[in-house]
C-alpha cells in the first residue's frame, strides 16, 4: 500500500480504481463482451443438441467463453487486483490458444468439429490469437498508474 492509499484508507475513503476500460481498452471490453457472446452461444448450442460429435471441442469452446466473460468482467471492475488477474487470464488463453491450435493441425482427427481456439482462431478472423496479445499489452501498459 502506498502512503497515499494509506492516508486514504485512513480518512476512510477507499482508493479510486485505475480504469482499464478506458481508452483503447474499451475496444477490448467490446471485443471480449463480441466473443463471450459468440463462444458461449455457440458452444452452448452444440452441447445441447450434438454433445456426443465432439465433447471435447466443444467443452473448450465453453471454456474460451468463460474465460472471456471473466476477462471482460476484470476490465470493467478495475483496479490493480483486477489487472492482475486479467493479465493470468489474458496469459492462460494465449496459452490455450498456442495449444489448441497447434492441436489441432497436428492432430486434427482429435477434433471433428472446430473449437473457438482450433487453427489459432482462423474461424473467429485470428480474433482469439490477437486479443490475448492485444490484451497483455494494454494491461502492462497500464500497470501502476
Known amino acids: 500500500m502506498t502512503s497515499g ?3 486514504m484508507a485512513a480518512s476512510g475513503q477507499e482508493p479510486a480504481r485505475t480504469r482499464l ?3 483503447p481498452g474499451i475496444l477490448l471490453v467490446w471485443l471480449y463482451g463480441v466473443m ?3 463462444a ?3 458452444s452452448a448450442y452444440q452441447i445441447a443438441t450434438e454433445f456426443d460429435r465432439a465433447p471435447l471441442a466443444y467443452t473448450l ?4 467463453g468463460l474465460v472471456y466473460g471473466f476477462i471482460t468482467y476484470t476490465l470493467v471492475r478495475g483496479g490493480e487486483t483486477a489487472r492482475k488477474a486479467a493479465v493470468v487470464c489474458c496469459a492462460a488463453e494465449l496459452v490455450g490458444v498456442a495449444v489448441v491450435g497447434t492441436w489441432t493441425l497436428v492432430e486434427p482427427s482429435a477434433f471433428p468439429d472446430a473449437t473457438v481456439w482450433s487453427e489459432y482462431g482462423m474461424g473467429y478472423l485470428f480474433i482469439p490469437v490477437l486479443l490475448p496479445l492485444s490484451a497483455l499489452y494494454w494491461l502492462r501498459r497500464g500497470r501502476g498508474a
Request: glycine share 18%; aromatic share 0%; proline share 0%.
Open 36 to 38: 463471450v457472446v459468440g
Open 40 to 42: 458461449v452461444s455457440r
Open 21 to 23: 476500460s478506458g481508452g
Open 5 to 7: 492509499e494509506a492516508e
Open 61 to 64: 469452446s465453453a471454456l474460451a
